[in-house]
């Protein structure tokens, strides 16, 4: 269990160990598929689906209804902390390593969609925590200054 600390400490917590206890059973299919040449896939092996990717989907429609559409940074306490690292880490890896595998083998384009949506309900997993235990979120703000396009000065075209 992902969040077993805190499972007597209401719904919300038991809500975010069942998505992350399912998420993982998955990610563990997900590699089971990966790493099965197509010519050996049996009938009743597991195999990514619509259905997986829709009720990701409905859990980031779920999440996201509690929490503003702000770009956030995503720090503070552990269970975001970790959701943070796969976003901006495990994921994005993951996703190119399966696209690199996809341009060597036949793999199912579902599985990519699937991580995709996955690092989306993470984002919003992240910002739900946040909502549900009253942290305070910062929300972005830019940092660079945007450069003048070729042919402008100060945002005139000249």
């Given at each position: ?32 598929e990966l ?6 896939f ?65 793999i ?16 919003v ?9 009253g ?18 000065i ?5």
């Open positions: 269990m992902f969040n077993e600390e805190s499972l007597e400490a209401g719904e919300g917590h038991r809500f975010l160990d069942e998505v992350l206890c399912r998420v993982q059973d998955e990610l563990f299919d997900i590699g089971s790493a099965t040449p197509p010519e050996f049996q009938a009743g092996m597991y195999q990514v689906g619509d259905d997986e990717i829709k009720r990701l989907e409905k859990l980031i429609d779920q999440c996201q209804e509690i929490s503003s559409r702000s770009i956030v940074h995503l720090a503070g306490r552990r269970a975001r902390r970790r959701l943070s690292a796969s976003i901006a880490y495990s994921l994005p890896r993951a996703e190119r390593e399966i696209l690199r595998l996809s341009r060597a083998e036949e199912n384009p579902r599985v990519i969609k699937y991580i995709n949506r996955l690092s989306d309900l993470f984002f997993l992240s910002r739900w925590i946040a909502k549900q235990t942290q305070t979120e910062y929300l972005w703000q830019r940092g660079l200054q945007q450069k003048p396009r070729k042919g402008e100060s945002g005139t075209v000249i």
